[in-house]
């Protein structure tokens, strides 16, 4: 109603039909202040339309694929504008349930976590979770002693010559297999091996060991890289079938990473710097590499003759 000097006037009728409101949800792109209807996407849908700009062709492109195909499924397809923490919560606990290690479970986040940025700032989606690191406990690092290499070596060699020059390039060089098979000739130049297509996207350069040297030379042919005649599918089968021979079936610690860290473990054992063992893998962070200090036992050795004066 509304009160004039002369009294109370009368309020206007009511209407005899509702009043209806219709919203649309818009999204503010930081791009030109250009508003974009938010609408409803399945994981799936993000995934092929962001993951060829994401990340780059490749194992870890695979690896990535298969993660974010497994979220979508815990999910059951659902649809969202908007990824909340119960989502992510739920996620996390059905890994859980399912025996991903906390590790596991912080290499697939990190792949949902980059996805839903990037759809968050393409206008796709509105709001974004918090993402929290899970804790990763520091477990046992296996190697191979030189005695377990030459007998696993020799199971490899006699199902595949490839795939024993394979072995060797990978625990030489510490690369990982993907980075391996994916090499081109003009990555051999100078005794020094150049990989591009790496885990971290930089890439880096090593020197070649004699034998090494040896078993990147054979008639280039049609091959576009010395490893090209192989899959990473077909390497782990022959990789399996030998160290099952060689009495190692059992030890699920055995693969070929494994030959990464025996690469890693020899460099520290003897007495390369852990910053020059960082550069040579090709880890982002030196936390990463500090996994492998615990080898160098001589560095403590100075220490005993300082406490023995006392």
């Known amino acids: 109603m509304t009160i004039s ?45 962001y993951i060829s700009i994401l990340w780059d062709e490749g194992s870890h492109k695979t690896n990535v694929r298969s993660f974010l195909g497994e979220i979508c499924e815990i999910l059951g397809g659902e649809r969202f504008s908007v990824f909340t923490q119960v989502m992510l919560d739920s996620v996390i606990g059905t890994l859980r349930e399912r025996g991903n290690s906390n590790a596991t479970i912080n290499r697939k986040m990190a792949a949902l976590s980059k996805l839903l940025r990037k759809a968050c700032k393409m206008g796709d989606i509105y709001n974004l979770p918090e993402f929290r690191r899970q804790k990763e406990r520091q477990g046992r690092i296996r190697f191979l002693e030189a005695e377990e290499e030459q007998r696993l ?122 910053r020059r063992v960082q550069i040579w893998l090709g880890h982002q962070t030196l936390s990463m590499t500090m996994r492998y200090a615990h080898l160098a036992t001589n560095d403590l050795d100075s220490c005993v003759a300082v406490l023995e004066r006392h």
Request: glycine share 8%; net charge positive; with cysteine.
């Open 153 to 274: 070596f020799s199971a490899i060699r006699m199902r595949c010559e490839d795939s024993y020059r394979l072995s060797v390039f990978l625990v030489d060089t510490g690369c990982r297999l993907g980075e391996a098979i994916g090499l081109n000739w003009n990555d051999l130049q100078d005794s020094r091996s150049t990989f591009w297509l790496t885990k971290s996207g930089r890439s880096r350069t090593v020197p070649l060991t004699s034998r090494v040297k040896e078993v990147v030379e054979i008639p280039h042919g049609r091959l576009k890289g010395p490893f090209a005649m192989h899959t990473q599918v077909r390497f782990r089968a022959i990789w399996n079938e030998a160290k099952a021979e060689v009495g190692l079936g059992t030890d699920d610690q055995v693969v070929p990473h494994i030959l990464r860290h025996t690469c890693a473990s020899r460099l520290v054992r003897g007495g390369i710097d852990i």
């Open 5 to 49: 000097a002369l009294g109370v006037a009368p309020s206007p009728p009511e209407t005899a039909f509702p009043v209806r409101f219709q919203y649309d949800l818009s999204y503010a792109s930081a791009d030109h202040g250009i508003k974009r209807l938010v609408k409803e996407h399945s994981l799936n849908n993000l995934t092929a339309q």
